[in-house]
């Protein structure tokens, strides 16, 4: 049931630009994106819950495909402080009353 | 912005005694608090599911006679590790849920490094 993610890890110059992707083999009710540095908490991105959408905040976005069974967050002009490690989260609905977190992407952003 | 304590934030305690561990929602009331577990470099494993003033869901292969969760009020749950022993060493974080199932945003708490010798 844990969402796989891809890649497992990435490294980043300064202002490039990544894509981490999270899918599932089932439809998914929501998707959860957070980011997680080390040595600290995970930090709440934000939640896609309709197939097709698609969510900004400043230079990191998200999308949820129609089917809703895959998201991609999307990094833009990278800085280093986005290097940590991005999980994506899945619900399957409103009776399952948990969030599946998936293995995690470990991002480093080198100046 | 929504914030989450939890306390101690690192622990050591002796093979066989009891650690408690309070995970509060400061700013506003969860109607739902999670429990994690979380190995280095590893992704957060759910453990329980807890809402105020009902038994606490646990997780396939968590045993909740070891791993006591108590969830006082809506801004409050406890996470009791009985009979520690040193696989139980591991990185505890709470995580309190803002809106209805399927919608919910966590937020979490800074984590608890437990050590049993």
């Known amino acids: 049931q844990q969402p796989v993610q891809s890649p497992q890890a990435v490294i980043l110059r300064e202002g490039e630009d990544a894509v981490i992707n999270c899918s599932s083999s089932?439809?998914?009710?929501?998707v959860h994106w957070y980011r997680q540095k080390h040595g600290e908490a995970p930090v709440f991105l934000m939640i896609?819950?309709?197939?097709?959408e698609q969510k900004g905040h400043e230079k990191i976005s998200a999308s949820f495909n129609e089917k809703k069974q895959q998201s991609s967050l999307y990094l833009t002009a990278s800085q280093l402080s986005y290097s940590g490690t991005y999980f994506c989260g899945t619900e399957r609905g409103t009776s399952y009353d948990k969030v599946i977190f998936g293995p995690g992407t470990s991002l480093s952003v080198i100046p | 912005g929504a914030v989450v304590s939890q306390h101690p934030s690192r622990v050591i305690c002796k093979s066989g005694t009891s650690v408690k561990i309070e995970c509060r929602s400061l700013d506003f009331q969860a109607t739902t608090m999670f429990w994690y577990r979380q190995f280095p470099k590893k992704s957060l494993m759910l453990m329980a599911t807890s809402n105020e003033g009902s038994k606490a869901t646990y997780e396939q292969g968590v045993e909740k006679d070891k791993f006591l969760i108590n969830h006082a009020s809506l801004t409050l749950s406890t996470l009791t590790v009985t009979s520690a022993h040193p696989e139980d060493s591991s990185f505890y974080i709470c995580?309190?849920?803002?809106?209805?199932?399927?919608?919910?945003?966590?937020?979490f708490g800074p984590g608890t490094r437990l050590t049993v010798t």
């Open positions: 089932k439809a998914l009710y929501s």
């Open positions: 995580s309190a849920a803002i809106g209805t199932s399927g919608t919910r945003e966590q937020y």
């Open positions: 896609l819950l309709k197939g097709g």
